[in-house]
């Protein structure tokens, strides 16, 4: 006679059963509960996403969506951009000359022994610095080259001038070349701290070639002569509000003005509008996922049966829709399908601004957190309900589902305790059932065979 059971299957199979109730509760509850931790991470990378193009398109002081163009009538004399600051205007410019880096050099300076001394590179703005040479030898053979008087320079300088040692038909030159552009950045040298030959070689005009003058660019508004005359020392021009020119080419006296046209750019502006139709759709279609309810082979979304997300996605629509400053999204080529999607209509835009130039603005308006105003503004407070890091839904929820999760572990812990008590306790019963069950058949056997001895 055999034993008819296994006390570990039969121990594993009823602490199984007596768990298997709470166990099934606990894992339903664990996956909802990593479902929405999941849910609530996307939702807040998706809201965070849209927040940051609002930032990058409100229009905050001093900026507009209304996007300009820049164009000079002579491109190889200036060239401009324009950003939302520019007016539309004609302006004629007259470039009389560029500014120019002083640049000099300094012809067949001697090897000079090592030792102390200084020099200091004054430019002509006030600022300037000291070269101290007692440490300049840096090979240690007791002279000092034009290469390491150039390194000296360099380590010193700090930006307002650099060296270098240039060699040209066998001659070697020192170069210096300032930091500084325009008149301010014209290099002297004061050597009253030098002594001997290298003194003297600096000190002989003779021997320095101004390869490059320093010089302010100098531009008119206007004709030469008869305009506003600007004088700055850089190539690049502000004074336009909104308007950046970088000078290329000096004009010759009797020369026509250039001019320089600014003129709203539609194509960019559309451009402008576009972003925030990609970036609401975006938003819009990751809504709509985590809102789905499912049907057949479709699952549901996360957040299929949560009123609160199915709020701020209507909320965020009904304020497409909405009117601000007297205008909409609608009038300025803005529709909106069946299934919450923009498309924009350029062609439109360019009318509506036409008609409107501010339309855009008023519309969109700013989600800066000063003067919030528009749809931008209005977008911008239906998502910091969600988005604040203080007292935020996500946020808040978050803190639910982290609390809810601790719970179901040590749930979980506690049931993992009961499942091995459960499983412990059956094993030893089953175990001394089947000592007993084979010491009977023992019994039984020793029966038989003693029945078979007496027959």
């Known amino acids: 006679m055999t034993t008819s059971f296994d006390p570990t299957t039969m121990a594993t199979n009823l602490a199984t059963a007596y768990t298997q109730s709470a166990q099934s509760l606990i894992t339903a509850q664990t996956k909802a509960a990593q479902a929405t931790s999941t849910g609530l991470t996307k939702l807040q990378s998706v809201l965070s996403t849209f927040n940051t193009a609002l930032s990058g398109l409100s229009s905050t002081t001093g900026k507009t969506l209304t996007q300009y163009s820049a164009t000079a009538s002579d491109s190889s004399v200036l060239t401009a951009t324009a950003t939302g600051k520019a007016q539309a205007t004609s302006t004629p410019l007259f470039v009389e000359q560029l500014a120019t880096t002083h640049q000099v050099a300094f012809q067949d300076l001697p090897a000079v022994p090592a030792g102390p001394g200084s020099m200091s590179v004054q430019l002509a703005n006030g600022s300037g610095f000291n070269v101290d040479l007692a440490s300049a030898d840096s090979d240690g053979d007791g002279t000092l080259s034009q290469s390491e008087i150039a390194r000296a320079i360099n380590t010193a300088a700090n930006g307002q001038a650099t060296a270098m040692v240039v060699t040209v038909g066998g001659a070697t030159q020192l170069l210096l070349t300032s930091g500084v552009s325009g008149a301010g950045g014209k290099i002297t040298l004061d050597t009253s701290g030098l002594s001997g030959p290298l003194k003297t070689a600096l000190d002989d005009t003779t021997k320095q070639k101004q390869l490059v003058a320093a010089q302010d660019a100098v ?237």
């Open 219 to 455: 531009v008119w508004l206007g004709a030469q002569g008869a305009g506003v005359r600007l004088q700055q020392s850089t190539n690049t021009l502000t004074a336009i509000d909104g308007v950046t020119v970088t000078l290329k080419k000096a004009q010759a006296t009797g020369d026509a003005p250039t001019t320089l046209t600014v003129s709203r750019d539609d194509s960019a502006t559309a451009g402008k509008l576009q972003t925030f139709v990609d970036a609401y759709n975006s938003l819009s279609k990751a809504l709509s996922d985590l809102t789905a309810v499912g049907s057949g082979t479709t699952a549901s979304g996360t957040f299929a049966s949560d009123a609160g997300v199915r709020a701020l996605r209507d909320r965020l629509s009904g304020l497409l829709r909405a009117d601000y400053g007297g205008s909409n999204l609608r009038t300025l080529g803005v529709s909106i399908d069946r299934y919450g999607q923009l498309s924009l209509d350029s062609a439109k835009l360019t009318k509506a601004l036409t008609a409107q130039p501010t339309a855009l603005d008023d519309v969109l308006g700013s989600a800066a957190l000063s003067a919030p105003s528009g749809l931008l503004g209005a977008f911008d407070k239906a998502l910091d309900v969600w988005t604040d890091t203080g007292t935020g839904q996500i946020k808040s929820r978050q803190a639910t589902v982290t609390a809810q999760q601790k719970s179901l572990s040590d749930r979980q812990t506690r049931l993992d305790s009961q499942y091995t008590q459960a499983y412990n306790r059956y094993l030893q019963q089953f175990t001394a059932l089947q000592n007993l069950q084979s010491q009977l058949a023992d019994t039984g056997s020793l029966f038989d065979s003693i029945s078979a001895s007496a027959s």
